[in-house]
Structure formats: C-alpha cells, structure tokens
C-alpha cells in the first residue's frame, strides 16, 4: 500500500523551529520529486516546497522562503522540513504530498498525499 | 504571478445532477500542469485531474475535466453522495511554483 506519514508537528512558541519528517511507503521514494503543502485551520491549500527526486532541484514559496528549509533522504525513505522563525502565520496542517513526476518543476501532479501533520505557533 | 480563480464559491446541488466548476488563470497555464483535487472534511486531499483532462487512477468516469489557455473546467455528470465535498485546481508557474486556486464547495441542495 502507498503512504506518507508525517510526523513532528506540535504547540511551538514564535520564533522556535520545529522538523517535520514525512515517511514514505509503498513506492520507489528515489524515482519522484516530493513536496510539502500546507492548510490553516478552515483555509484553502497553499504549497510550501517541492524537492527532486536526487535534491538537485528545490524550490520554496516566497511565503516561506529564506525560513524553511526542504530536504530528504533516500536511503531511509524521508522526507524532511526544518521551519525556523515560527510565525502565527504558520500554524496549519502540513501535507506530504508524493509528486508523480522526478523533477519538483516537471509537469504532474500531487497524486499521494498523507493525513498531515499539525504545527500550532502561540505564545 | 499567476493567480487561480474559482467559481462559484458554493455550488449546491442535489444528488443525481451535473456539477460544473470553473477554474479561471490570470494568465495562460500550461494544461500539463493544472489538476484538480477533491477534499472532504478531515481528509487529505486526493487527486481527480492531471494534464487538465486525464483522470487519476481510480477516479469514477463521472468526473471529467477541460479546458486550455486561461479557462478550465471540472465536471461531475451525476454527482453521487460521496461527491460532495470542496475542490481545488492548481497550477504550476516558474515564477512562483505551485498555485491553488480558493476552492468550490459542493454542498447537498
């Protein structure tokens, strides 16, 4: 069965970091790019970062860019999101998304997604 | 930046009609790079549309998807219980990456 499960979400105070770890199952995790999108509580879906399936290529949205940081590792079947410098702004369920393409840019589409993981920024 | 416009915003049916969503670009996109996504209360979102027209794996030939250029759509020919739900589109731009438009809740009439 194909599935992500993310993990390392919590109650954060502003300004602390916090790892998000996605793992993935299933499927040959080395073969596609993955991605992190993110939802605020009642809100619509906003993408966060994208990896290729070797790290060569990442990109961030401008939201959370310079603050984030992508990676992964193939060899354990992860994926990872190191988020500094909290920010109200930033609480929200965060999806692992599995891209059906190897290249975070390539033309595709999120076709795995798992259950998410919920980060919650409050003094 | 290219934005994603939704419309309408709620559309509420009842079970056995058609459902048209319509998801507007600010400027031309790429088919091969718009999809659609359903998501129901509590749940991830799960993928219909890939390459504005192919459908997922999986997904009920009621749902069906079209468009180019700036203006796309997603029908559902009869929507089923289960089909009701909020959906999104998406994009991809080199510009800003990746785009979801602000959804269309199907709600039962």
């Known amino acids: 069965e194909v599935q992500l499960v993310e993990s390392g979400g919590g109650l954060v105070q502003p300004g602390r970091s916090l790892r998000l770890s996605c793992a993935a199952s299933?499927?040959?995790?080395?073969?596609?790019?993955m991605h992190w999108v993110r939802q605020a509580p009642g809100k619509g879906l906003e993408w966060v970062s994208g990896?290729?399936?070797?790290?060569?290529?990442?990109g961030y949205a401008d939201s959370v860019k310079g603050r984030f940081t992508i990676s992964r590792d193939n060899a354990k079947n992860s994926l990872y999101l190191q988020i500094n410098s909290l920010r109200a702004e930033d609480t929200a369920l965060y999806y692992c998304?599995?891209?059906?393409?190897?290249?975070?840019?390539?033309?595709?589409?999120?076709?795995?997604w798992g259950q998410g993981t919920m980060v919650t920024v409050s003094s | 930046e290219i934005v994603l416009t939704q419309s309408p915003g709620t559309l509420s049916l009842s079970p056995g009609e058609r459902a048209t969503l319509s998801c507007r670009a600010s400027q031309s996109v790429s088919s091969s790079y718009l999809a659609w996504y359903q998501q129901k209360p509590g749940q991830a979102p799960r993928l219909l549309i890939y390459?504005?027209?192919s459908r997922a794996t999986g997904i009920p030939d009621r749902f069906s998807g079209s468009g180019s250029g700036t203006d796309f759509t997603l029908t559902i020919s009869r929507l089923e219980p289960e089909d009701f739900a909020v959906y999104y589109c998406q994009q991809y731009g080199s510009s800003q990456g990746f785009t979801f438009g602000p959804g269309t809740k199907v709600d039962i009439k």
């Open positions: 998304a599995k891209y059906d393409s190897s290249g975070y840019y390539e033309s595709g589409a999120f076709d795995i």
């Open positions: 990896i290729s399936w070797n790290s060569d290529g990442i």
């Open positions: 390459g504005a027209s």
């Open positions: 299933g499927f040959t995790f080395d073969d596609y790019a």
